[in-house]
């Protein structure tokens, strides 16, 4: 007769291919968090960019009321930080219009460009995205502010 301590230490523990299992189970779950975290990163370094757009805008428009027009695509954005040098030198120059220069989120400047030929009225604020190519499609798609009208 085997005793109670024998039968017990046998069944006792879980087998290696439980633990496989669920070895595989928790590694397919940490797959789909981390792409969702992933998906919820790109979204919001889009929104980021966006809002920049609109701050850029905001000082851009600032900028026009005291100089009498937006920054030429010459002078481009460097214009709301510093003084423009180059004609035409604004006369009522009442800034710094933005604390620092504006970078996309993706680490690369704004372009800027006016007049614009997303808005030929007016002035283009383009992001490039994450693909930093002009165009593109999904996350790499461009965001500029003709995106908000």
Not at 94 to 113: C, F, H, L, R, T
Not at 117 to 129: F, H, K, R, T, V
Request: aromatic residues 8%; proline residues 8%; negative net charge.
């Amino acid at each position: 007769m085997r005793s109670w301590r024998a039968r017990a230490s046998r069944s006792s523990g879980f087998t290696l291919i439980e633990l496989v299992v669920v070895m595989t189970i928790i590694a397919i779950l940490a797959g789909a968090v981390t792409l969702q975290i992933l998906n919820r990163t790109e979204m919001a370094k889009r929104a980021r960019a966006l809002q920049d757009i609109k701050t850029l805008e905001t000082a851009i428009d600032i900028y026009a009321a005291d100089s009498g027009s937006p920054p030429t695509t010459e002078q481009g954005l460097a214009a709301l930080r510093s003084k423009p040098a180059t004609a035409p030198v604004p006369r009522n120059w009442n800034g710094p219009y933005v604390k620092k220069a504006p970078i996309d989120p993706w680490g690369s400047p704004y372009e800027y460009s006016f007049p614009g030929q997303l808005n030929p009225d007016g002035y283009d604020i383009i992001s490039y995205a994450k693909d930093e190519r002009p165009g593109g499609t999904d996350d790499g798609e461009d965001i500029t502010n003709a995106d908000e009208e």
